[in-house]
């Protein structure tokens, strides 16, 4: 091993958290005292990244060479950096709500949940600093195996096949596709290093660029592109902080930051733009960001609403990077952050009531506003921002791809971004209108069901502080990335310098 | 002083010991003598192996009788590396075997298994390390002769076993002889039985009906050995009837020699530029082994019996071997070496694990092993880590290999060969997920008594092999090193 401690650090970190999570199994509090603690020192080593990557250092370490030519090893770009900064960021407070979510709801297996939380998050630490696409592909595998316990978590017939159909679909995309990818443009360049500019042009020509990217594209299932998005909803099974895992913290936003890595420094901005192989994928992704919309309005679940509506969101990232201008890579890698917020925020909700009163449907939810204030009022900001509207982060990202819709002369691509912000506002805000203004349906049976769950009239029944506390801090922070968007920007911006778009 | 006769001890070792064994009559005598011999071969292949990554190769003439007359002994890196991959294996499955053994087969046999076992290791060694066409024959049928009667053994379990070991018989003896007509005829045509001189000549010969023939005969004989689609009809059952011990051997040994003979006899003696190579590896093997990958990992996926299912997944596993020889590149072959390696680390830790649920439940099927993910988490948690091997995930052994066959089928420029590749390797996530699902997520069946971890002298065996799965998935520096250089002696040495 040599180069930057800390780049180690950051992947080391949450696995020897997991040995101590595995050695406390019979001591709950010290148990999750040590999640909390993993997860707070992994932040502050990712801070320490973050001040050394500002200061205008480029911390690099490699671990060891696997075959001559192929080793694992680690840097930091702007891209990476952002990813690193949401994943353990996030990390903190979702172990904070899985603290409550897990106790609140007597879950089994609490300490297996743990350990593979935490090799989860060291794999979403080796995505995120890979300096080579082969390192990224063994962290986004592992990351894969991690997760599996996770989504079956339950054990139940259901879970099993939910993790069948999440394990098949990322599985067989990752080996069928994505390895084939790889290793080809390892036969044609004799390097895997992520480069500014792409190490393709010139390597690689005619028809098979398409083709090529057809292969990373659907061969990162991660990234939910249609028609290999089934595993999310299928995943749904999983407890909620899993799905918050899932969709905000590591797993999808491992594809679409792999996506965005595979565009920018496989191929690079400009040979994309020149040979127009992304051309199919612009339509790819504007079909799915519309179809998965119109499948969340007919979803009564909300987590699977919210499911489709990550699939539809994910895609503003692949569309990012198959517009292949510079506002619109700056948008999508914009939109990694900006999403995860929010979506972590959502998800966060739809835990905290199903904690509360053990309801799942959303026809089912009317008037639930009013015993839990704090929590629709947090989903509420937080659909805001999913849609895009101001003052919350997610309006930056829709605006800078609107901006390299429109740069690269793509009208349409303009239009859908629209349609699909009304569809939003159509899927999201009817659930916060229920809750608010219509009365609460007559429950006789709510009261058989415990009393604690049943909220007084008038009366304020939330879910547990632990869940609801990290809720109203994610819809904080979706308020802040709007004023503070100019520092993400700073951090994003020499992606379009070095990528050599011009803006 | 010893030094220089290394080879020869390689082999005669336990060929001498095996008889050693019967003389000994009890089980644990004869098998601390058996252990104490294979790991002594196995410290000599490492020395054997060091020898000709630094110095080239060795030949060694037994008795001091130089080639026309006596026999020589030729080892390059390919040959060396085949050795340590058979003594390495022996190493680790005879710890395993005491209690494995002990378990599953009559007191009274046990030191005839010992002998036969020691038998069967000194045959493939000695088919391995010859330089010589027709000793080789005289290793093979040492070897063959043993493996019978290993694999009989199994009947004191399954009387099924007997009936196995006959079509073994029959199939293996229908290959021997086939070999020995083919090298016949090579004998008529050149004059020597000395893979080298029998290289030279051919060179010199070029293409001739006599010579066709023999190509013929060889490549099928070998083929029988190895279990090459559509030949393989012998291996499912013996594997699945042989005792524990034996499979987990076997599967890793027998074939990975049968490969190297086929690699020596296709590379080495009748050379890349013999007329009849390109198109035999362009239109049969290559779609043999396709159909072996595709056919073998289908046939495994609705197996009820897991040993049979690991045995139609070697056959599928024969196939990327094959493949990869096809390509007819040097990346290919490496492959083809490396695979031989990593194959027999991953096929050696399935079936060491299958062994430790049989020994704790009789049998080894997908009802038996319900619920067994918490009964024997040691076990079951190795058999998912050989299995992601298999499947070839990253910073496992099986990815390397998939790697370096992928990287040989893109060289070759056979991109679509390269997707069933991998298409196939999906085939093998269902057939161990299957397990995995069945052993972790449903509950023990009603009325079994409870069930305990397998005794750590059988855990410990497995896990060297899972761990070393991981490390050279990990760390294959070495692995490819030595797989290169294997495949450049092999290619290098008919031009």
């Known amino acids: 091993m ?334 990694i952050a900006m999403h995860a917020v929010g979506k972590i925020t959502l998800f966060f909700c739809a835990g905290a009531i199903y904690v509360a009163t053990h309801k799942t449907e959303i026809s089912d939810m009317r008037g639930l506003g009013r015993a839990m204030p704090f929590t629709f009022a947090a989903f509420f900001l937080g659909a805001v921002s999913i849609i895009g509207l101001p003052p919350m982060g997610g309006s930056w990202s829709k605006w800078y791809l609107m901006l390299g819709a429109a740069d690269a002369h793509r009208q349409v691509i303009l239009v859908v971004l629209a349609v699909s912000s009304l569809l939003n506002i159509a899927y999201l805000l009817p659930i916060v209108a229920r809750a608010f203004f219509l009365p609460p349906p007559p429950e006789p049976e709510a009261k058989a069901a415990g009393a604690a769950a049943s909220p007084r009239k008038g009366g304020i029944a939330e879910a547990p502080l632990l869940c609801v506390v990290p809720l109203c801090i994610t819809a904080v922070g979706c308020i802040l990335l709007f004023f503070f968007a100019d520092a993400v920007y700073a951090l994003l911006e020499p992606l379009v310098m070095t990528g050599g778009a011009v803006q | 002083m010893i030094g220089p006769h290394l080879p020869i001890l390689q082999v005669a070792l336990p060929l001498i010991a095996a008889p050693v064994c019967v003389l000994l009559r009890f089980g644990n005598l004869a098998w601390l003598l058996a252990l104490l011999v294979s790991w002594v071969s196995f410290a000599i292949a490492i020395a054997l192996l060091s020898q000709t990554m630094h110095g080239g190769t060795i030949d060694y003439f037994l008795g001091d009788w130089a080639p026309p007359w006596g026999i020589a002994y030729r080892i390059d890196a390919a040959n060396a590396f085949v050795l ?75 009387r099924r076993a007997l009936t196995s070991a006959y079509t073994y018989l029959v199939m293996g003896t229908l290959g021997a002889t086939f070999y020995v007509i083919g090298l016949g005829l090579i004998y008529m045509m050149t004059g020597t039985l000395n893979m080298a001189d029998i290289a030279a000549r051919l060179q010199e010969l070029g293409g001739n009906r006599t010579v066709h023939v023999a190509y013929a005969f060889i490549v099928v ?57 390109a198109q035999t590896l362009t239109y049969i093997f290559l779609p043999l082994a396709l159909i072996a990958m595709f056919a073998g990992s289908t046939v495994a996926i609705f197996q009820i019996n897991l040993k049979r299912m690991l045995a139609y997944s070697s056959i599928a596993q024969i196939g990327y071997m094959l493949l990869g020889i096809s390509f007819g590149n040097l990346t290919g072959v490496t492959a083809t070496v490396i695979h031989l390696f990593n194959h027999a680390l991953m096929k050696g830790a399935l079936f060491m694990a299958l062994g430790c649920v049989i020994l704790r439940l009789e049998r080894a099927s997908i009802e038996s092993v319900r619920g067994l993910g918490q009964a024997m988490p040691w076990t079951m948690a190795a058999f998912v880590a050989g299995g992601l091997s298999l499947i070839g995930v990253p910073l496992t052994a099986g990815f390397i290999s998939k790697w370096y066959l992928v990287s040989g089928a893109l060289e070759a420029g056979w991109w679509p060969v390269a997707i069933l590749i991998v298409a196939s390797s999906l085939l093998a996530v269902i057939y161990i997920w299957r397990v995995v699902e069945v052993a972790y997520f449903s509950p023990a069946p009603e009325g079994r008594p409870p069930v305990t971890e397998a005794p750590l002298g059988m855990l410990l065996p497995v896990w060297v092999l899972v761990a070393a799965n991981v490390y050279f998935g990990i760390n294959a520096d070495l692995t490819v090193d030595i797989a290169e250089e294997a495949a450049l002696a092999l290619l290098g040495g008919g031009s």
């Not at chain 1, 172990?95 to 300490?111: D, K, L, V």
């Not at chain 1, 595998?141 to 259901?158: D, I, M, N, R």
């Not at chain 2, 003696?269 to 013999?274: A, K, R």
């Open chain 2, 221 to 277: 004989g070998i083929g029988l050995k190895l279990a090459m689609f559509p030949l393989h009809t012998w291996l499912p059952n013996a594997y699945t009837f042989a005792p524990s011990a034996v499979t987990a051997f076997l599967a890793s040994t027998a074939t990975k020699v049968a490969v190297y003979v086929l690699l020596r006899f296709l590379l080495t003696i009748f050379g890349p530029t013999f007329p009849l190579e």
């Open chain 2, 84 to 158: 340590l991959i058979v003594s390495g294996i022996s190493a680790v499955v005879l710890p395993y075997a005491r209690r494995s053994v002990a378990d599953e087969i009559p007191a009274g046999q046990r030191s005839l298994f010992y002998t036969c076992f020691l038998l069967c290791l000194s045959g493939l060694l000695g088919v391995t390390i010859t330089g010589d066409a027709f000793n080789l024959f005289v290793f093979l049928e040492i070897s063959s002769l043993s493996t019978y009667i290993l694999v009989a053994m199994g009947a004191g379990r399954d």
């Open chain 1, 2 to 335: 040599t180069g930057d401690l800390n780049l180690v650090l950051a992947i080391v970190i949450p696995l020897v958290g997991a040995l101590f999570i595995a050695a406390n199994d019979a001591r709950p509090n010290l148990r999750e005292g040590v999640t909390l603690a993993t997860a707070g020192v992994l932040f502050c080593v990712v801070l320490w990244v973050l001040q050394q990557y500002l200061s205008g250092d480029r911390p690099e370490a490699t671990l060891l060479e696997v075959v001559p030519g192929l080793p694992l090893a680690f840097n930091v770009e702007p891209l990476g950096m952002l990813f690193g900064l949401v994943a353990s960021g996030l990390w903190i407070v979702n172990s904070i709500y899985s603290i409550g979510y897990m106790r609140g709801g007597n879950e089994q297996n609490q300490t297996r949940f743990y350990i593979c939380f935490a090799i989860a998050i060291s794999s979403a630490m080796g995505i995120a600093f890979a300096e080579n696409m082969f390192t990224l592909f063994v962290f986004y595998e592992v990351l894969t195996l991690s997760t599996f316990p996770l989504v079956t978590h339950k054990g139940t017939a259901e879970a099993r096949m939910g993790g069948r159909t999440y394990l098949g679909i990322l599985i067989g995309t990752s080996i069928g596709f994505q390895l084939v990818a790889i290793v080809w443009t390892w036969v044609l360049t004799g390097t895997l290093d992520f480069t500014a500019g792409g190490i393709l042009a010139g390597k690689v020509e005619g028809s098979m660029v398409p083709v090529l990217l057809a292969l990373y594209m659907f061969g990162i299932g991660k990234a939910a592109l249609m028609p290999f998005h089934r595993w999310l909803p299928a995943a749904m099974v999983a407890p909620t902080p899993v799905s918050a895992l899932l969709h905000a913290v590591a797993v999808v936003k491992a594809g679409v930051f792999t996506v965005m890595k595979v565009a920018i420094y496989i191929f690079g901005i400009d040979f994309l733009a020149d040979t127009g192989a992304a051309d199919w994928l612009v339509w790819v992704a504007a079909f799915t960001i519309l179809a998965a919309s119109l499948v969340a309005l007919t979803k009564d679940n909300l987590k699977a609403r919210l499911a489709y509506s990550t699939v539809s969101q994910l895609s503003y990232v692949t569309l990012g990077a198959a517009l292949a201008t510079g506002p619109a890579v700056l948008g999508g890698s914009m939109q």
